[in-house]
Structure formats: structure tokens, C-alpha cells
């Protein structure tokens, strides 16, 4: 990948490709690595309209990082799909030269989007789905949703052309570990790329221990027993899942180690809060106000040099740090900030 000749770069020498923006920090499952219900309940202070960026502001900042190198956008939540007339957004975003427009949701509403979502010119989908077993799936979102409306949502993203789609699963050894196979021989075949990621300590609300992570190694080692897998070579510099492929022709998956094998020294991520606060680490425990700039009169110049002076300011590898010092530290919830 080139970046523009503008693109700063930081105290490791990584230089800004991907913006994570979460459009909204509301979602309609409750899943416990992310929004646990007996945190996440009906009297949770979500952030009011009136605080969230509008799509022109969204639009706005997308411009002035592309400048800054920034060749691809994900929309993420909370459930993006909540998000009204997100379709609007992401035909506003089609318009910049150059830039990939991609989208991770839970798949519960993509079934009705998936059409006009490719329409507007989003270029891929990511669904996240943690198990194929009925019970098992409704336990991990807690709001008693079908795993088949889920399913029917990525058979509406296939045909609709947002392929390949990729399903991620978040592997918890006490909740979910047996579903790795089950997984595996699914979407074997299927044309879509299945990942799976390493139980994290993002927030600090979601029961991580160590002792729950299943070892991505661990997972390859179980699927290639029965199908058999080979390495891939990374895509770009900073891809964040390590690609495996059936050594029978089936496709690939991914496995996401941030916890085991970290990825810090490449990493090439910014993440934007629905309400306009800039993290440059999933693992943050403070952001940066955008939206004041957005709406105090700044230039785009203004914008630009002050995210320039920002990023070459970057120091974040916090996977690399991850210690038992570091495990008592705040961090920002993942439905606030993205995935």
C-alpha cells in the first residue's frame, strides 16, 4: 500500500491506513465480552443525538485523514445497522477516491440492509457470530436472537456482492471453545473467510482472564486436525489476522492473537467514538475531542496538522505491555470505541 506523501508517522514509524468509526455505542444484543446486560441495562446513560457526529462531520474527518493516508474506513457500533439511513453515509464516503468502505455488524438487521447497503457503494461486511449451536448463540448475545437470522443475514450480504464475507468469533474457552469446529466445517467451502479472535481485555467490564483465552495456535491446531491448514503470507503490512488455508482448496480463515502473539509493531489503526473522540489504541484509556474542532469553525488544514502532530505523538503497543501491571489500568469499553 503507498500512502500519500502527507502521511505522518509515528514513534514506531506506522503510519495511519485504517479508521475504525463507531457511528453509534447502542446495540440490540448484549453480549459479555462487550455489553454485558447487568452493566449495559435499561438505565445505561447512552450518548444523547445531540452528542453523536452527523454524517456531514463523519464525511468531513474521512476527507482530511484520506489526506493523511488513511485508505480504508470501517463502521462499526455499538450495531451500526441501528444507525438511521446509514446508507446515506456510506454513499457520501463512496465519493473520496481510493478508500475501502467496510462494515462489521451482528448481522441481526443485514438481511433487510444488505442490498442498499452494496448500492451505496460499501465494498465488504464483517458479522460477527460466536456459535452455530441455537442455545449457545442466544446465551452469548443475551437478548434470545436466532442464530438463522444471522445466517439468512450473510447469505443477503453474498448475494447482494459484499464478498468475501468475513465472520468473526470471539473464543471464550469456558463459553464457546467447543464451537470452533462446528464453525469450521460450516463455512469450509462457502466462499467466506471465518476469524476467529482471541478473548480480549478490552474495557473493563467484560470478566476477561487469561485463563479464558483458547491460544489462537490452539485453534489452528484443533481445525487442521480434521482440515488440514497451511500459512498464508500477510496481505499488507498491519493485517491483523494471521490467514490460514485448506490445504484441499476449501478457502481460508484468520486468527486474531492480540493476546498471545501481539501485533502492536505494525499496527496502522484509528478509531473515532460516535460522539467524535479519537483513540489510537483499541486498548485507550483517554481520547482526543475532535468534534470541537468540527464545530468551533477549524479549518481542514487546522484539522489536518493537529491529527498530523497527534499521530507522530503515538506510542501505543499495548499487547506488547499486556502484564499484570497493566491489568488493573481503565480502559475504554469496546462498544463505545469500536471493534
Keep these: ?8 508517522r509515528d514513534r514506531f514509524g506506522r503510519a495511519p491506513r485504517d479508521l475504525r468509526i463507531s457511528v453509534t455505542d447502542r446495540c ?18 447512552f ?11 463523519i464525511v468531513r474527518l474521512v476527507r482530511i485523514f484520506h489526506r493523511l493516508g488513511v485508505r480504508k474506513v470501517r463502521l462499526t457500533g455499538g450495531e451500526p445497522l441501528l444507525r438511521r439511513d446509514l446508507d446515506q453515509l456510506i454513499r457520501q464516503l463512496a465519493t473520496i477516491d481510493d478508500l ?14 444488505a442490498p442498499s447497503l452494496a448500492q451505496a457503494g460499501l465494498d465488504r461486511v464483517t458479522v460477527s457470530l460466536d ?24 447469505d443477503a450480504a453474498a448475494d447482494a456482492g459484499l464478498t468475501p464475507v468475513k465472520i468473526n468469533a470471539v473464543i471464550q474457552k469456558s463459553v464457546n471453545a467447543d464451537a470452533i469446529l462446528p464453525l469450521a466445517r460450516h463455512f469450509h467451502g462457502s466462499g467466506h473467510i471465518l476469524r476467529f479472535i482471541e478473548f480480549m481485555d478490552v474495557g473493563n467490564t467484560n470478566g476477561w482472564r487469561l485463563d479464558e483465552v483458547v491460544p489462537g495456535r490452539e485453534i489452528v491446531e484443533r481445525i487442521s486436525a480434521e482440515l488440514p491448514l497451511e ?9 491483523v489476522a494471521r490467514r490460514w488455508r485448506y490445504r484441499d482448496g476449501g478457502g481460508e480463515i484468520g486468527v486474531i492473537t492480540s493476546v498471545t502473539e501481539p501485533f502492536c509493531g505494525a499496527c496502522t489503526r484509528a478509531r473515532l467514538s460516535a460522539e467524535g473522540k479519537l483513540f489510537t489504541c483499541l486498548f485507550a484509556t483517554k481520547g482526543t475531542d475532535l468534534r470541537r474542532l468540527l464545530r468551533d469553525g477549524s479549518s481542514d ?22 502484564s499484570e501491571a497493566t491489568a488493573p489500568r481503565e480502559r475504554i469499553e469496546m462498544s463505545y470505541i469500536g471493534g
Design 1 to 8: 500500500m503507498t500512502f500519500a506523501v502527507e502521511s505522518p
Design 28 to 45: 440490540n444484543f448484549r453480549c459479555s465480552y462487550c455489553m454485558p446486560k447487568e452493566i449495559f441495562g435499561k438505565d445505561f446513560p
Design 47 to 57: 450518548l444523547p443525538r445531540t452528542a453523536i457526529l452527523d454524517y456531514e462531520e
Design 100 to 113: 475501502e468502505i467496510t462494515l462489521t455488524t451482528n448481522g441481526a438487521l443485514l438481511e433487510r440492509w
Design 131 to 154: 456459535a452455530l449451536d441455537e442455545a449457545q448463540f442466544q446465551a452469548v448475545n443475551d437478548v434470545g436472537f436466532p442464530v438463522a437470522r444471522v445466517l439468512t443475514g450473510i
Design 231 to 239: 500459512a498464508v503470507s500477510p496481505s499488507y503490512r498491519g493485517e
Design 301 to 322: 488544514d487546522h484539522i489536518a496538522n493537529f491529527l498530523r502532530a497527534l499521530w507522530t505523538r503515538r506510542t501505543d503497543r499495548y499487547s506488547e505491555q499486556r
